[in-house]
């Protein structure tokens, strides 16, 4: 079963409004778009694992982590998925890369383009050091012992993993159809338990109560400051910035577009990208409307939390996304209505 379902990181969440809101004359735009179309893919990777674990994630006996982030020392460890069970618990590093892979006998790893090959980060290397990590964490914090396995696993359809004669790391490697069999070839090396059901718990609960998602200030990552980002309300349909406000609709002057909802996202990229906390003053920039009361109005409809008084008041960011508590308001309303 799933202890911590497979979703899309705020990392990339940031990203995507980053790149959204960057002007193309930006020079580092493309950075941005790059990073995030690598994170995306890494997720999409990862996310079409759930197909091949399905059988586990159905079993009550094994305990699945997507991204758990854990401290150990001065440093974060994450992991793609930890799979934990009373026999063992495995660590998977997924990727989603084309074209093929190509593990030497030295152990290093490299990327095949037409006869050509480019070294890269070893997958393998990275997982087994992050199983040595979760090993230390779980002494640290006076758990039980229980063996540790880890596993790269080649998520894309299309390329293959060759490997030289001496690599000592293939028996770590597999691709997404073979996972399972992996991971019953694990099972059924111990005859016996090696946790009790107490220990799994408190090893579930440590792990859900000391992750620490990933969740960067991404605008100085880029070293970039709110000036470098384009204020406006986004068009729902062609992406434009420049929707304009009038009683309560918004208007995209390019293609027409009507919305009553579209500055949600923007509210949204605010709070994501510059700061959790608006004035009033500050939403009207961000928004590019210049009524006070237009503002307002807007800032009740939301039902943000909210401290101080009259125009010291500064509205805060909900804990649940406002995009969620508006469809939970539109979905009671039309149930109060019956329609
Ligand atoms: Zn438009």
């Known amino acids: ?25 930006n020079s580092r735009k493309m ?16 996310k079409s694992l759930e197909f091949y674990l399905d059988p586990l994630i159905r079993s009550k006996d094994y305990h699945i982590f997507h991204e758990i982030r854990l401290l150990s020392g001065n440093y974060y460890f994450q992991i793609d998925f930890l799979i934990l069970c009373n026999k063992f618990a495995l660590a998977l590093e997924v990727k989603k ?29 990275q997982v087994k050091l992050q199983s040595r990590k979760l090993k230390h964490w779980l002494e640290e914090h006076q ?21 030289e004669d001496g690599n000592e790391q293939i028996k770590n490697i597999c691709n997404s159809e073979a996972l ?20 799994v718990r408190k090893i579930k609960r440590l792990l859900l109560s000391k992750h620490t998602p990933d969740d960067p200030d991404i605008l100085k990552e880029f070293n970039l400051t ?15 910035l420049s929707m304009k406000y009038h009683y309560g609709v918004w208007t995209c002057p390019h293609c027409k577009e009507k919305s009553k909802t579209a500055h949600i996202k923007a509210l949204e990229d605010y709070f994501l990208l510059i700061k959790s906390s608006i004035t009033n003053s500050q939403l009207r ?11 307002n109005n807007i800032l009740k409809s939301l039902n943000l939390p909210y401290s101080g008084k009259l125009k010291g008041r500064v509205y805060h960011r909900p804990t649940t996304p406002i995009t969620t508590i ?14």
């Open 143 to 163: 758990c039980e012992e229980v063996p540790i396995h880890y596993l790269f696993v080649n998520s894309h359809e299309k390329s293959k993993i060759l490997y």
């Open 226 to 240: 709110p000036k470098d980002l384009l204020p406006g309300v986004q068009c729902p349909k062609c992406n434009s």
């Open 180 to 199: 399972i069999d992996k991971i019953d070839q694990i099972d059924k090396f111990y005859k016996e338990e090696k946790l009790t059901k107490q220990a």
């Open 326 to 339: 508006q469809l939970v308001k539109e979905v009671s309303l039309t149930l109060q209505s019956g329609k």
């Open 31 to 46: 950075e941005v778009l790059t990073e995030y179309n690598n994170w995306l893919k890494g997720y999409l990777g990862e």
């Open 97 to 125: 890369r084309s074209p093929d892979w190509f593990f030497d006998g030295f152990n290093q790893a490299f990327l095949l383009f037409d006869g050509e090959k480019e070294e890269i980060q070893n997958p393998v290397a």
């Open 285 to 295: 920039y961000f928004l590019q409307i210049d009524s006070i009361k237009s503002a």
């Open 1 to 25: 079963m799933y202890d911590k379902v497979c979703e899309i990181s705020p990392r990339i969440v940031k990203l995507k409004a980053l790149e959204s809101r960057m002007p193309t004359s």
